[in-house]
């Protein structure tokens, strides 16, 4: 049984960062695809980053276009954790983050096949 449990939501002021976390058990970390995701109120839920093997030990990354350059999406396979560091927040990226596991090697924006409870992002103005 997959469980993701993300941690690290928070609020912080416009400019700022944190740093989420999604601890994984259940099944092999590292040869699957990984992925973020929010969703703000009265919107659907959307992509936000994720990361895919591209070899034994290294990764393919990927990012929705609003948090290019300011977000940056990592895993730890000796902990069975992906991250997701955000830095130069924005009042727009106030939402529940869900961190997302696929069942193989490549991810899908459209959505993911097991998901996190969620932990929630407010950036203030």
């Known amino acids: 049984q997959v469980q993701l449990v993300e941690s690290g939501g928070g609020l912080v002021q416009a400019g700022g960062s944190l740093r989420l976390s999604c601890a994984a058990s259940?099944?092999?970390?590292?040869?699957?695809?990984m992925g973020w995701f929010r969703q703000a109120p009265g919107k659907e839920r959307e992509f936000v980053a994720a990361?895919?093997?591209?070899?034994?030990?290294?990764?393919?990354?990927y990012y929705t276009d609003s948090v290019k350059g300011r977000f940056t999406i990592s895993r730890d396979n000796a902990k069975n954790t992906v991250y997701l560091q955000m830095n130069s927040l924005k009042p727009e990226d106030t939402a529940v983050y869900y961190c997302?596991?696929?069942?193989?090697?490549?991810?899908?924006?459209?959505?993911?096949?097991?998901w996190g409870q969620g932990t929630q992002v407010t950036v203030s103005s």
């Open positions: 990361t895919t093997p591209s070899g034994p030990t290294s990764y393919y990354t």
């Open positions: 259940g099944r092999t970390f590292n040869s699957y695809a």
């Open positions: 997302a596991m696929y069942r193989g090697r490549t991810y899908y924006r459209s959505g993911s096949d097991y």
